[in-house]
């Protein structure tokens, strides 16, 4: 199977908003709503900001919202903060408990 | 707190074995599936491989089929990855990932390089 589509970089002013897609197929993101997000700074652990498609675990700012239509997922971030550049990967449950992660966008605060 | 502590000697030449471990603490081990994610230099996530809680039911991306073993010892807390006929492209950071009751990778390991050079 090959890698989610994403864009490969996204860019804002502070205290805008951007959106990542994520592309799969049925297969994938549109076949079952187990769709997460990460967010990996440079040279850190990636940190899960996103899980079964739009939720968010304890401590990730509701800035950060997502959703899902057909084989396409999206990540959001409203009111960008200079702490939010960084990569984001997105993943998807492929069945058989096989995962596939998407390309990675790099998000730059301008 | 979730601590999730990679080890391993880090440099093999092609063609070489080499076993990472991931020593797990801050949680009850034996109740969550645990994996490994890699992600070569400049390049981005590959989940490689998971396994279930009691071991029984395991996972390989295509890539690593016949060549990587994944294995844990729940009385240990632990959760390894034997890999064999290594390649230049299995240069990676290696990542112990723990899966949450949610389905996600929701506690990741500092990461552990893996070099695979002559």
């Known amino acids: 199977q090959s890698a989610l589509t994403q864009p490969r970089s996204v860019s804002g002013s502070p205290g805008q908003s951007v959106t990542i897609s994520c592309t799969g197929t049925?297969?994938?993101?549109?076949?079952?709503?187990?769709v997460s997000w990460y967010q990996q700074h440079p040279g850190k652990a990636p940190k899960l900001m996103i899980y079964e498609v739009t939720n968010r675990p304890s401590g990730v700012p509701d800035r950060f919202s997502a959703s899902k239509s057909g084989n396409t997922a999206s990540l959001t971030i409203s009111g960008l903060q200079a702490e939010d550049e960084a990569d984001y990967y997105c993943c998807s449950f492929a069945g058989s408990h096989y995962y596939i992660f998407g390309l990675g966008t790099e998000v730059t605060v301008l | 707190e979730v601590q999730l502590v990679e080890s391993g000697v880090g440099l093999v030449q092609p063609g070489g074995s080499l076993r990472v471990s991931c020593v797990a603490s801050?949680?009850?081990?034996?109740?969550?599936?645990m994996g490994w994610v890699r992600q070569a230099p400049g390049k981005g996530l590959e989940w490689v491989a998971n396994?279930?809680?009691?071991?029984?039911?395991?996972t390989y991306v295509e890539s690593v089929k016949g060549r990587f073993t994944i294995s844990r010892d729940n009385a240990k807390n632990s959760v390894y990855l034997q890999m064999n006929s290594l390649r230049e492209d299995d240069t990676a950071v290696y990542y112990c990932?723990?899966?949450?009751?949610?389905?996600?990778?929701?506690?990741w390991g500092q990461g552990i390089l893996v070099t695979v050079s002559s």
């Open positions: 801050g949680f009850t081990f034996k109740n969550n599936w």
């Open positions: 990932v723990r899966w949450g009751l949610t389905g996600a990778m929701d506690n």
């Open positions: 049925s297969s994938d993101v549109g076949g079952y709503d187990y």
């Open positions: 396994i279930r809680q009691d071991g029984n039911e395991i």
